[in-house]
């Protein structure tokens, strides 16, 4: 869905939908759409800047990187971006740092998909985890340590410590 943004009133722009998206599009190789993205946003024009508040809300199914079941991922992130006109992308170097929130645009036209998909994005964890304590899977056994205690006795050494254990059964 591209915008024209000399369409753009002085009111504004009100855009309130659903939009379908592939799970293929996200950056998180493992997600999965479970409802369609529904975004409202509010697109305002200020000479050449233009200005977009939103609010994206779907559910995903993310896999948990340590015990590696899947698990949903609500999404409710609001955002507010200043988007500007290609040309000023070569006047980037002389803008302040507090410029870094603006984004350019091309041919007076905003694709409202991509700034959707980019802030969904922005709303994924680096590390799914199910939950902040997840212990993970046995790596004895396998089972999911959340699941109930295995009984698996795992002996953990220090790895550090292995040159040490060479010089003391050498000294034997």
């Known amino acids: 869905m591209r915008i024209d943004i000399d369409k753009i009133t002085k009111e504004g722009l009100k855009i309130s939908r659903d939009f379908d998206f592939q799970s293929l599009e996200l950056v998180e190789e493992d997600a999965v759409f479970?409802?369609?993205v529904h975004a409202d946003l509010t697109m305002t024009r200020m000479?050449?800047?233009v200005w977009i508040k939103g609010r994206v809300a779907t559910r995903l199914s993310f896999v948990c990187s340590r015990c590696l079941t899947?698990?949903?991922f609500p999404v409710d992130a609001k955002f507010d971006l200043v988007y500007l006109p290609e040309e000023f992308h070569e006047l980037k170097d002389e803008l302040d740092d507090e410029d870094f929130d603006q984004i350019f645009y091309q041919n007076h036209k905003i694709d409202v998909r991509e700034v959707i998909l980019a802030q969904l994005n922005l709303t994924f964890p680096a590390k799914p985890l199910c939950t902040k304590n997840c212990e993970?899977?046995?790596a004895v056994c396998g089972k999911i340590r959340r699941e109930g205690n295995?009984?698996?006795q795992v002996k953990e050494t220090d790895?550090?410590?292995g040159?040490?254990?060479i010089l003391v059964k050498d000294k034997r």
Do not use: M, T
């Open 163 to 165: 040159r040490i254990k």
């Open 136 to 138: 993970g899977i046995c």
């Open 47 to 49: 000479g050449e800047e």
């Open 159 to 161: 790895e550090r410590l």
């Open 150 to 152: 295995c009984g698996c």
């Open 70 to 72: 899947p698990y949903e």
């Open 34 to 36: 479970l409802k369609p």
